[in-house]
């Protein structure tokens, strides 16, 4: 059973950086893709950025795009979100998420997910 604990959020002033972490348990193949969602309140989930783990190709929202990296640490079994230049706007409960090698479709529905962690809340304050 794959399981995905998020840490790393808090309070942050505008302008500053936090870092994320996902880590994941369970993975049973090394083609699957991770996945970062943030919710804030009143609103949709919405797609923050992906990573393949057989490659480390990343794609992201072009509302994060140039501020936000996603990377992976395979010996620790680990998904990053480094964020800089944080926005009040950018406040949200931040999800990672797994996909197995077999779905198709874009990486930016959450449709395409399998399993999720429990979120972490990041607060930027202005």
């Known amino acids: 059973q794959v399981q995905l604990v998020e840490s790393g959020g808090g309070l942050v002033q505008a302008g500053g950086s936090l870092r994320l972490s996902c880590a994941v348990s369970?993975?049973?193949?090394?083609?699957?893709?991770m996945g970062w969602f943030r919710q804030a309140p009143g609103k949709e989930r919405e797609f923050v950025g992906g990573?393949?783990?057989?490659?480390?190709?990343?794609s992201y929202a072009d509302s994060v795009k140039g501020r936000f990296t996603i990377s992976r640490d395979n010996a620790k079994n680990t998904v990053y979100l480094q964020m800089n230049s944080l926005k009040p706007e950018d406040t949200a409960v931040y999800y990672c998420?797994?996909?197995?090698?077999?779905?198709?479709?874009?990486?930016?529905?959450?449709?395409?997910?399998?399993?999720w962690g429990q979120g972490t809340q990041v607060t930027v304050s202005s």
């Open positions: 369970g993975r049973t193949s090394s083609s699957i893709d």
């Open positions: 990573i393949s783990w057989r490659d480390s190709s990343t």
């Open positions: 998420a797994y996909r197995e090698p077999y779905r198709l479709g874009p990486w930016s529905s959450t449709r395409g997910y399998d399993y």
